[in-house]
């Protein structure tokens, strides 16, 4: 089984240029995470797609973060302008049906960061 | 609000030694429990999880976590640490509504020293 695909591996761009992650989750997944890992923190939540509609987005900076699960599958997540403070890594995850218990799946990750 | 916390930022152990990682959380009602590992430069992979019945649950690699309802924890033991088991383990909870959204703990970075 193919597990969380995650593009680009690293970034690095300056401050105020925007940028772009790509997400394709495993296949059969209704559920799609992205979260924000600072190092030396836990991941934290900034949005959560069930299908291609929006579950929780409360913790995402909405002035210049946006994410999009079109088809219900693949997602993007997109920084415009970044901060110093955005560099970190972003994780994509999928769970099958959290409603019941099932795990979430994360990808490797992409390293952005901004300077 | 849900919440995880994770008391130490560090545990230390000798190999063959007994570990535990301690977990408490706060979250409405029943929880889902997880306990995930992750090593460098790699996504975080999943070890066990608790959802209903037996309180003591069994993952990947010979860990086990317990599940204490009354003291809302869900600490992560292992009998008997191998140097492998460096790594840095997040716990998590979900809550059974409300979305179910994952919340994270801060992580344990276990240190297994041979």
């Known amino acids: 089984e193919a597990g969380v695909a995650q593009s680009p591996r690293y970034k690095i761009i300056e401050k105020r240029q925007s940028v772009a992650f790509w997400c394709n989750p495993i296949?059969?997944?209704?559920?799609l995470y992205w979260y924000q890992q600072i190092l030396g923190q836990g991941p934290k939540l900034l949005i959560q797609f069930q299908n291609n509609g929006v579950v929780d987005d409360s913790q995402l900076p909405k002035d210049r973060f946006s994410a999009e699960r079109l088809k219900g599958v693949d997602s993007t997540l997109k920084i415009q302008p970044a901060k110093l403070e955005d560099s970190a890594v972003y994780l994509c995850a999928s769970s099958l049906d959290p409603g019941r218990g099932t795990e979430a799946f994360f990808g490797q990750g992409t390293r952005l960061t901004v300077v | 609000a849900q919440s995880v916390a994770q008391p130490e930022d560090q545990v230390n152990v000798a190999e063959g030694n007994p570990l535990t990682v301690k977990c408490t959380y706060s979250v409405s009602g029943n929880p889902y429990l997880f306990w995930y590992v992750q090593y460098p430069n790699r996504g975080l992979q999943f070890l066990l999880k608790?959802?209903?019945?037996?309180?003591l649950v069994k993952g990947s690699y010979g860990f086990e976590a317990e599940f204490n309802k009354s003291q809302t924890s869900f600490h992560l033991k292992k009998p008997s640490a191998l140097v492998s088991d460096s790594a840095l383990y997040f716990c998590?909870?979900?809550?059974?509504?409300?979305?179910?959204?994952?919340?994270f703990g801060a992580g344990t970075r276990l240190f297994v020293k041979a």
């Open positions: 296949s059969g997944h209704a559920t």
């Open positions: 998590a909870v979900r809550a059974r509504g409300g979305g179910f959204k994952t919340i």
């Open positions: 608790y959802i209903t019945g037996d309180n």
